[in-house]
């Protein structure tokens, strides 16, 4: 069959069926949650004190993680994607494991490495720097749980793109770092902002490796997740009006970044 008339090559025939089921699987849950909702109290619900204050933690810590795991992973995926050791498979295996951990066992093991009596926390906790079940345990557990999406997606597209440019980059006199900053970067720009969405969206949803690690202490660890956990033992009604805010936040990020990528790709 020859492609269509914008170019694209035809879908296959029985394709848009499972396709509608999959979509159905992930729509029919959410809206039957929104069907839930009760809207005459929606507003006092989401903006209680409570309330406002988990979800500014959780944009505040989310987008904190977000960035370090940018500063971290992005260089994990460049040298993934790049190196050609024989160890680099050992090392991927490693920083992504978080990706099939139960997030609780990734708190467990965040406690043994900062608490108190942990392997670098017993020495920081030593020198007056306390992290376990403060706001900076919340960052640390969502960065360990959300980077391992982000370098993924950054190395993925560092494959697609090959490495012709870097090599034709260096044999005209482009150094390592120059080449990093205005080939590399550039050209899997895409793979970045798909990446930071990804793990900004991890990160905001987090909610095993904080408890576990941070503890639900409300204004400092309490997140959005843990209020909207909190919540359905003792206010059904609120919880599910915090589950909503946190699925619009989702979908106006998610939405913004398609957005952004079809505009990078155009």
Do not use: K, N
């Not at 008339?5 to 849950?29: H, K, N, S, T």
């Not at 050791?85 to 490693?94: L, M, Q």
């Not at 899997?188 to 902002?193: A, D, K, N």
């Amino acid at each position: 069959m020859s492609s269509r008339a914008d170019g694209r090559p035809p879908i296959a025939w029985w394709l848009p069926l499972p396709a509608v089921l999959g979509g159905l699987f992930v729509v029919v849950p959410v809206l039957a949650m929104l069907g839930r909702v009760d809207w005459s109290s929606f507003g006092a619900l989401v903006t209680s004190t409570a309330s406002l204050t988990a979800l500014g933690l959780s944009l505040g810590t989310a987008l904190a993680a977000t960035a370090v795991a940018f500063v971290l992973g992005y260089p994990l995926a460049v040298v993934f994607a790049r190196s050609r050791s024989r160890w680099v498979g050992v090392a991927r295996a490693v920083v992504l494991l978080p990706l099939v951990l139960p997030p609780v066992v990734g708190g467990l093991a965040l406690l043994a490495a900062f608490g108190r009596i942990g392997v670098l926390g017993g020495f920081l906790d030593e020198h007056g720097l306390r992290i376990a079940f403060t706001t900076t345990a919340v960052v640390i557990a969502q960065t360990f749980v959300a980077m391992p999406f982000l370098v993924s997606s950054i190395e993925g597209a560092l494959r697609v793109e090959g490495d012709r440019f870097e090599r034709v980059a260096a044999t005209l006199g482009a150094g390592p770092t120059r080449t990093f900053l205005t080939v590399t970067t550039p050209r899997v720009l895409p793979g970045i902002v798909s990446g930071l969405v990804l793990c900004f969206a991890r990160a905001l949803g987090e909610f095993g490796a904080t408890l576990t690690f941070a503890g639900s202490l409300q204004g400092v660890t309490r997140t959005l997740p843990l209020e909207i956990y909190l919540q359905r033992e003792v206010d059904p009604d609120t919880a599910v009006a915090l589950a909503v805010v946190l699925v619009v936040v989702a979908v106006v990020v998610i939405g913004a970044s398609s957005l952004r990528t079809r505009g990078v790709t155009a």
